[in-house]
């Protein structure tokens, strides 16, 4: 009956269902201020010749990361991802998989999560990893959570965290965001003007919940004094340490310094950057945070007939349990993405992840070395880095940057935006991706701004 009735029919009656007589009473709710008034310039319709040009001239206005010299990071790493990683996630039984409810028909799925996870907990040196977390930013912010469910009874500043100074601000706005409905207070961590944490501020975070660094911090030093950290806040703190998981190829795993969480943003493993994801986070974890940390574990065990069986083993999301015991809302984890993590991790194996963060970090090291002979350019921290470090520019960096760009380099990325003070610089990235001429390319640029800003002053 509805499909015969003409369009303005179909409007009609589904207002009526709704309680309504017109669409001007449907969107009664949104100020007159802020709707929007006339029609969308939009084209007429079209045949589908016509909308795949028009998807091609779209397309074709993006600019691919590989096709010029790149040193933008912040987060997001172009790491070389081996082919068969892209072959081999496409599978149907892998693209097609969804969640596991069913465990005697996903066992391919359950047992590759089941590497992933035991892979993460090797990598970062933890004895618990769940299955994953939407991204980076998230699986901090659940950290910080389940550091108060644990430790807020024993505290002597209970519902209170304390967060790095450096943490970049997207990043800060989703833990404000988690914290904020379970009314925990977020406080601050000093750092010294080299950019390492300074330790002796750190004492007044002993007794909080929990703390929150980064190593590499998001500067790009590697900061020696994190060692120390679990020792001043002491055993009722859980000490949370944000990763870059390529770094751990070189870099000590946090489990071996008394971290109590590891969380950070998996893309650098498996996932190319494309347009800014897609991504999973990381998150592993000590015995005392596990019947209360976010998301879910897969669990290896024995079947009725003697063999070895995989299910899930622990879903503490409010869909799987009494919503008031639930310790999070995520609704799942990035299945997927965190396939092609643990295929990228066993692709390379020990040795070839630590390979791979050598060629991250001596990328770094020969950038450092050419920029700092570079006219106009001053390294801001003296320290060790992994695989981005940040230089002070003449004049402004974005001007210098949107410079570097219209002569084909992407220079890196103003510091300005996290951190609004800092209006001359630049944090450059390099991966195994970056070569020498790439740098010498940098370089060479940086140094025509520096004398084009000289003669203009």
Request: aromatic residues 6%.
């Amino acid at each position: 009956m509805v499909d015969q009735l003409p369009n303005r029919g179909r409007e009609t009656e589904m207002l009526s269902q709704m309680g309504f007589k017109s669409m001007e009473d449907l969107f009664a709710d949104i100020p007159a201020e802020v709707r929007f008034k006339g029609d969308l310039p939009l084209r007429g319709p079209q045949s589908e010749e016509e909308i795949l040009s028009d998807a091609r001239r779209l397309l074709g206005a993006n600019l691919a990361l590989g096709s010029r010299p790149s040193f933008l990071g912040a987060g997001l790493y172009r790491n070389y991802v081996p082919a068969s990683v892209f072959q081999l996630v496409t599978r149907g039984e892998f693209l097609t998989a969804y969640t596991p409810y069913q465990p005697e028909v996903s066992q391919g799925m359950l047992q590759a999560m089941w590497e992933f996870q035991t892979l993460i907990s090797e990598l970062v040196g933890l004895p618990i990893a769940n299955l994953s977390l939407y991204d980076g930013s998230t699986a901090a912010a659940e950290a910080l959570t389940c550091a108060v469910r644990v430790h807020n009874r024993k505290a002597s500043q209970p519902n209170t965290v304390y967060v790095s100074a450096l943490t970049p601000p997207d990043k800060r706005s989703v833990m404000e965001n988690y914290c904020q409905g379970a009314e925990i207070d977020i406080r601050t961590l000093e750092h010294n003007p080299d950019g390492t944490l300074n330790l002796e501020a750190l004492k007044e975070a002993a007794g909080s919940c929990g703390v929150y660094v980064e190593q590499p911090n998001p500067l790009g030093v590697l900061d020696e004094g994190l060692t120390a950290v679990k020792e001043i806040v002491g055993e009722h703190t859980a000490l949370i340490v944000g990763v870059q998981p390529v770094s751990l190829g070189v870099v000590e795993a946090p489990g071996h310094y008394g971290a109590d969480i590891v969380v950070g943003e998996g893309q650098p493993l498996g996932s190319p950057v494309t347009g800014g994801g897609p991504l999973y986070g990381i998150f592993a974890c000590t015995q005392p945070y596990l019947r209360l940390m976010p998301g879910r574990i897969v669990g290896r065990s024995i079947d009725v007939d003697g063999k070895e069986a995989y299910c899930l083993t622990l879903s503490t999301r409010e869909q799987h349990i009494r919503r008031h015991r639930a310790t999070s809302n995520i609704c799942t984890n990035e299945t997927l993405i965190a396939l092609m993590g643990a295929m990228h991790m066993a692709l390379l194996g020990p040795d070839g992840l630590r390979e791979l963060a050598q060629r991250n970090m001596q990328a770094c090291q020969r950038a450092k070395e050419i920029l700092s002979e570079t006219p106009g350019v001053r390294l801001v921290h003296p320290s060790a880095h992994f695989n981005e470090f940040a230089i002070q520019v003449t004049g402004n960096a974005e001007a210098c940057l949107a410079y570097l760009d219209a002569n084909g380099i992407t220079g890196g990325f103003n510091l300005a935006s996290w951190y609004p003070d800092l209006t001359d610089q630049i944090l450059v990235t390099t991966t195994d991706q970056t070569s020498l001429s790439d740098i010498e390319a940098l370089a060479a640029q940086l140094a025509l701004w520096t004398t084009h800003q000289e003669v203009s002053a």
